[in-house]
């Protein structure tokens, strides 16, 4: 990743602090002066703005964070946390989607199985992986790990990070329904743990495509949704710049999804985000997987099920409301 951080709108106060400290370090280096005064009072501003900015974030400023071009993205997770990795190509029906990543690899003394969403870094990378958004044949390919996994007793780790499945044409005429639907099926067959970890965007079916687990872990600045904000806000308020709203509404953030139980673990990040100390996270999310792994290593093929099972059933709540012969609502 690049040195250079990319600048958001509501972070450019604490970018050009940092900016003026950088240049009376280098001022200082090259006159051989003594600017140690100026710069610890520079440095506290600093950290006291970005604590003020970075621990009231909005729903849409973590969208923001979660969409970041410098995030860490899945190969880079898989390359710092596993070892020996050999990636896994194909769903040996029709071709090679690269916007889904995956194989095995050693996690500590555990063999297991780990896949991902995997977006590109420059454009031309990008357009290589589709820009995260996996085709039919991704999800088929990453079901074919699954059952592999499966097969051979390994453990499953996945990385969430999608806007969502991709939607053109070509990926319906391929069953872009059904290969999700299938996947959210077998995914709660398997008799093996599984580990889902939002690091990003977890949009939509796309997310859910890979995203039935046993734990669901989820980054500090990531969102997790049904739909995007702007896709909201254009159905909701029939307009897409109305996306603050509609990100408020949606109840995105980790917090809000923990709250609700719909994730169970939440990953701390540095203050700016994951890109700004990526080592800080790959730290606690290792320590983190590695308890929730050997948790579930304990149970056996039907306790895992059912621990999967109860969790979904578990989620959200409901009413049935009836109207009584009086016109009144009962439950």
């Given at each position: 990743?690049?040195?250079?951080?990319?600048?958001?709108?509501?972070?450019?106060?604490?970018?050009?602090?940092?900016?003026?400290?950088?240049?009376?370090?280098?001022?200082?280096?090259?006159?051989?002066?003594?600017?140690?005064?100026?710069?610890?009072?520079?440095?506290?501003?600093?950290?006291?703005?970005?604590?003020?900015?970075?621990?009231?974030?909005?729903?849409?400023?973590?969208?923001?964070?979660?969409?970041?071009?410098?995030?860490?993205?899945?190969?880079?997770?898989?390359?710092?946390?596993?070892?020996?990795?050999?990636?896994?190509?194909?769903?040996?029906?029709?071709?090679?989607?690269?916007?889904?990543?995956?194989?095995?690899?050693?996690?500590?003394?555990?063999?297991?199985?780990?896949?991902?969403?995997?977006?590109?870094?420059?454009?031309?990378?990008?357009?290589?992986?589709?820009?995260?958004?996996?085709?039919?044949?991704?999800?088929?390919?990453?079901?074919?790990?699954?059952?592999?996994?499966?097969?051979?007793?390994?453990?499953?780790?996945?990385?969430?990070?999608?806007?969502?499945?991709?939607?053109?044409?070509?990926?319906?005429?391929?069953?872009q329904g059904e290969?999700?639907?299938?996947?959210?099926?077998?995914?709660?067959?398997?008799?093996?743990?599984?580990?889902?970890?939002v690091i990003g965007?977890?949009?939509?079916?796309?997310?859910l495509g890979i995203?039935?687990?046993?734990?669901?872990?989820?980054?500090?600045?990531?969102?997790?949704?049904?739909?995007?904000?702007?896709?909201?806000?254009?159905?909701?308020?029939?307009?897409?710049?109305?996306?603050?709203?509609?990100?408020?509404?949606?109840?995105?953030?980790?917090?809000?999804?923990?709250?609700?139980?719909?994730?169970?673990?939440?990953?701390?990040?540095?203050?700016?985000?994951?890109?700004?100390?990526?080592?800080?996270?790959?730290?606690?999310?290792?320590?983190?997987?590695?308890?929730?792994?050997?948790?579930?290593?304990?149970?056996?093929?039907?306790?895992?099920?059912?621990?999967?099972?109860?969790?979904?059933?578990?989620?959200?709540?409901?009413?049935?409301?009836?109207?009584?012969?009086?016109?009144?609502?009962?439950?």
């Amino acid at each position: 990743m690049s040195n250079e951080i990319i600048c958001l709108d509501f972070e450019k106060s604490v970018i050009e602090l940092e900016g003026k400290i950088n240049e009376l370090v280098n001022l200082g280096k090259a006159e051989n002066i003594d600017f140690s005064n100026e710069i610890k009072k520079l440095q506290q501003k600093c950290d006291k703005l970005k604590k003020s900015i970075f621990t009231n974030l909005t729903p849409i400023q973590k969208v923001q964070l979660a969409r970041h071009p410098q995030r860490p993205n899945t190969l880079e997770y898989i390359n710092r946390l596993f070892k020996d990795f050999v990636e896994m190509h194909g769903d040996r029906n029709f071709a090679d989607d690269k916007a889904i990543v995956g194989g095995v690899t050693d996690f500590g003394e555990d063999t297991i199985m780990v896949i991902g969403h995997q977006k590109g870094r420059t454009t031309e990378e990008n357009l290589m992986r589709n820009f995260g958004c996996p085709h039919p044949e991704g999800y088929r390919k990453a079901l074919r790990l699954m059952r592999f996994a499966d097969k051979f007793d390994m453990p499953v780790i996945t990385f969430i990070d999608t806007q969502g499945a991709y939607p053109g044409p070509d990926a319906e005429e391929r069953g872009q329904g059904e290969a999700i639907a299938t996947n959210l099926k077998v995914m709660a067959e398997l008799g093996v743990p599984i580990i889902c970890v939002v690091i990003g965007e977890g949009g939509s079916g796309g997310a859910l495509g890979i995203g039935v687990g046993n734990r669901i872990i989820m980054l500090e600045n990531a969102i997790y949704s049904v739909i995007s904000p702007e896709g909201c806000a254009s159905i909701l308020y029939k307009d897409a710049a109305k996306s603050a709203d509609a990100a408020a509404a949606l109840k995105l953030t980790a917090l809000d999804l923990h709250k609700f139980k719909i994730i169970d673990e939440i990953i701390p990040e540095p203050l700016g985000g994951v890109h700004r100390d990526a080592e800080f996270v790959f730290k606690q999310l290792e320590h983190n997987l590695r308890k929730v792994l050997d948790e579930l290593k304990a149970m056996n093929r039907e306790k895992l099920i059912e621990d999967r099972y109860q969790k979904y059933r578990s989620m959200g709540k409901y009413s049935i409301a009836s109207l009584d012969i009086n016109g009144k609502d009962e439950e």
